[in-house]
């Protein structure tokens, strides 16, 4: 293990300036991603900025009916959460689906979405990877590329973003609570992450030392009839070979509002737009979600070895969809 320094951070703002005066800090929280980076040599930081004991672990109801979620949450306390069960249940089967109960209980909602790819080759200092060293090239392009992207994908990288819950959230329309050097903003969720064109080191859209303070769900009565599907290759604990988050709103048999996202196929959690826009105004069907899915994938660009998520995303879509339009 590589020597380095720890800071225990006083409040937000002593938290962004030590990290964004110090190129080589970051962020621990639950460290459940960034430890094992460490063990593994991808990330060396310098200066670990310890933020659990800021005051980031509260979850509030609002006024206007949504819900705040602090950045140091568990995993596993958001889960049961009594609101959350209620009025998100497609963030309680993203979480609930995400890891095992270890790791929930210290994995936390904003080290949940910045989380980095598992590609191998990323894990695997001994490979080409842009994301991890840039210009070196990206050996999963031709390589074992079976778990990685179909779509948004550039020469420079072909990795996934692992999150599930990061999915579940842009099917709700979340918005992300951010303080940095200039004080505190907000970033929709569908707008953190980054596609990774020429830049795939860059992987989110916020400022060097910004750090997410919370997570604010809408008030959406719609999403109480929600759900979150992820396949995988085994049952416990491993990352989606293709998720969506859907919410689905009925009038009669005629679909009033739906919202989908999907997991496992790009650089970030994929809001499924076109996918929505087949939908909105149709009477339900299986047909019909199949088609919508088959619109959303359609400028989809599968590797050598990962074509079947193609046939897997779509037939997720309309199982979702089909259980959601019977409940």
């Given at each position: 293990m590589r020597p380095f320094r720890y800071h225990r951070p006083t409040d937000v703002a002593d938290a962004v300036a030590v990290l964004a005066a110090e190129p080589q800090a970051a962020y621990l929280a639950g460290g459940t991603n960034l430890v094992d980076l460490m063990k593994l040599g991808v990330q060396r930081p310098d200066v670990l900025v310890d933020v659990n004991r800021l005051p980031l672990d509260?979850?509030?109801?609002?006024?206007?009916?949504?819900?705040?979620?602090?950045?140091?949450?568990?995993?596993s306390d958001l889960a049961v959460h009594p609101t959350v069960r209620r009025d998100y249940p497609v963030l309680t089967r993203a979480l609930l689906a995400a890891a095992s109960g270890q790791l929930r209980n210290m994995a936390t909602t904003g080290g949940n979405l910045l989380q980095r790819t598992r590609c191998p080759y990323f894990q695997d200092t001994?490979?080409?990877?842009?994301?991890?060293?840039?210009?070196?090239?990206?050996?999963?392009?031709?390589?074992?590329?079976?778990d990685l992207a179909v779509l948004d994908w550039s020469e420079q990288c072909v990795a996934t973003h692992p999150s599930d819950l990061a999915v579940a959230l842009a099917a709700l329309d979340a918005v992300v609570e951010v303080h940095d050097t200039d004080g505190a903003r907000d970033v929709p969720m569908v707008d953190l992450h980054r596609s990774p064109g020429a830049h795939p080191e860059r992987e989110t859209t916020l400022a060097r030392g910004a750090l997410?303070?919370?997570?604010?769900?809408?008030?959406?009565?719609?999403?109480?009839?929600?759900?979150?599907?992820?396949?995988?290759?085994?049952?416990?604990?491993a990352f989606a070979a293709g998720s969506v988050a859907a919410v689905l709103d009925l009038d009669g048999d005629v679909i009033r509002d739906v919202r989908l996202a999907y997991g496992a196929?790009?650089?970030?959690?994929?809001?499924?737009?076109?996918?929505?826009?087949?939908?909105?105004?149709?009477?339900?069907?299986?047909?019909?979600?199949?088609?919508?899915?088959?619109?959303?994938?359609?400028?989809?660009?599968?590797?050598?070895?990962?074509?079947?998520?193609?046939?897997?995303?779509?037939?997720?879509?309309?199982?979702?969809?089909?259980?959601?339009?019977?409940?």
């Open positions: 509260a979850v509030e109801e609002l006024p206007d009916g949504g819900l705040r979620i602090g950045a140091t949450v568990r995993n001994g490979k080409a990877c842009n994301k991890r060293d840039p210009g070196s090239g990206c050996a999963a392009l031709h390589g074992e590329n079976r997410i303070t919370a997570v604010r769900l809408p008030a959406l009565p719609a999403a109480r009839r929600s759900t979150y599907l992820k396949a995988r290759d085994r049952a416990s604990f196929l790009a650089h970030r959690p994929w809001r499924a737009y076109r996918a929505e826009q087949e939908l909105r105004g149709q009477p339900f069907s299986p047909e019909l979600a199949a088609r919508a899915a088959d619109a959303e994938l359609a400028e989809a660009r599968p590797l050598s070895d990962n074509g079947f998520k193609l046939p897997l995303t779509r037939s997720i879509t309309v199982r979702v969809l089909s259980e959601l339009a019977a409940s």
